[in-house]
């Protein structure tokens, strides 16, 4: 698990790396389940490192949309950095670089 992603808060910002090469059913669930705890203290923006994902399904997305929708409604921002062009053309084709900041 520790090999999977590292995470940090500071001043109110979740920042997670993920170091697995797909974000798919059975990563995504195991990062969520860890993550909850964080989401539930008052995070009001979230920022994942996303150089290792070469591959995002939709239980993927799914963990990505639910980190959003658990950040307070004003000022929620998800930011994906170095996001993969396999993925980037996911969250493209889907219309979710409308709602994640990708950089």
Do not use: C, W
């Not at 920022?47 to 307070?72: C, H, N, T, W």
């Not at 930011?79 to 950089?103: C, G």
Request: hydrophobic share 45%; aromatic share 6%; no cysteine.
């Amino acid at each position: 698990m520790a090999n999977e992603f590292q995470k940090s808060v500071v001043d109110g910002v979740l920042h997670v790396s993920v170091y697995l090469p797909r974000l798919d059913a059975s990563s995504a669930a195991s990062i969520k389940d860890q993550l909850k705890a964080d989401l539930d203290t008052g995070v009001r923006r979230a920022e994942v490192d996303m150089a290792s994902v070469q591959f995002i399904d939709s239980s993927g997305i799914g963990f990505l949309l639910g980190m959003y929708r658990k950040l307070p409604k004003e000022g929620a921002e998800v930011l994906l950095r170095n996001v993969h062009p396999s993925v980037q053309a996911v969250l493209e084709l889907l219309r979710l670089h409308r709602v994640f900041k990708v950089e």
